[in-house]
């Protein structure tokens, strides 16, 4: 568990969607951006593939996404992961095949302040769901798989696997229409004692900032393939 949690709770606040807040062309620098990026991971399992956003590709969309990502939510670090030479990585794009599941992204460091994340897409088809519920745990997926709480030996920046939420949110039986609409990836069990909060219709040019704390995943929403660019903060 996290051993700043009354101070990372003081940080909370409500998930929020700014629209309007990058013009076509800039996300059009950043979809660009994603092209010029080498691949990191390209998961045939999951079929997602993972670029991670390395300083210096351009300077000019750094302090821009910077600038406007802290008129939203004022002073704040970046908290992704290093590179291969220690130098911070400002962001995580996926190009998404299939919605990724139940998962909550609160960093390695148990002594880290968590903060914000966001989420800005760069294509218009997809959602995302964020839900009432918190964890104060390291960056975790969330499943009821026995073969996936099997693995143990995780690489650099793998998320820990658990099934602790079914036992943290009181095992309420999930809303059976919102699992139809929204979530029918997930197994409706996996969901018990969860709570929708949001779900975020992707449109481009907006952003969704919401706390790290909070448990989210994709929707079942999706055409084809969805890219997106989130980025990971503390204080």
Not at 11 to 37: G, M, R, T
Not at 64 to 74: A, C, D, Q, S, T
Not at 132 to 154: A, H, P, Q, R, V
Request: proline share 2%; charged share 30%; hydrophobic share 35%.
């Amino acid at each position: 568990m996290h051993k700043n949690i009354d101070k990372i709770k003081k940080l909370e606040s409500p998930a929020k969607v700014i629209k309007n807040l990058f013009d076509k062309s800039e996300i059009e620098k950043f979809f660009n951006l994603y092209k010029d990026l080498p691949i990191t991971v390209h998961n045939k399992k999951q079929n997602v593939i993972k670029k991670r956003w390395l300083k210096n590709y351009s300077k000019e969309l750094e302090n821009l996404f910077y600038e406007k990502v802290k008129n939203e939510i004022g002073d704040f670090k970046m908290d992704n992961l290093k590179d291969e030479k220690n130098e911070d990585i400002l962001g995580l794009f996926q190009e998404s095949y299939n919605p990724i599941g139940l998962h909550v992204d609160a960093g390695f460091n148990v002594n880290e302040i968590i903060f914000k994340q966001t989420l800005i897409p760069l294509t218009s088809r997809g959602s995302t769901v964020i839900f009432k519920n918190k964890f104060y745990g390291n960056s975790t997926n969330f499943t009821i798989d026995e073969n996936e709480l099997k693995i143990k030996n995780l690489n650099y920046g793998q998320n820990f696997r658990s099934s602790e939420h079914i036992e943290m949110f009181n095992k309420k039986p999930f809303n059976k229409d919102d699992h139809k609409k929204y979530l029918k990836h997930e197994k409706i069990e996996n969901l018990a004692g969860l709570e929708i909060d949001l779900v975020y219709e992707w449109e481009l040019g907006s952003m969704l900032v919401f706390d790290r704390t909070r448990l989210h995943c994709s929707s079942c929403v999706i055409d084809g393939k969805k890219i997106g660019l989130t980025t990971f903060t503390k204080k």
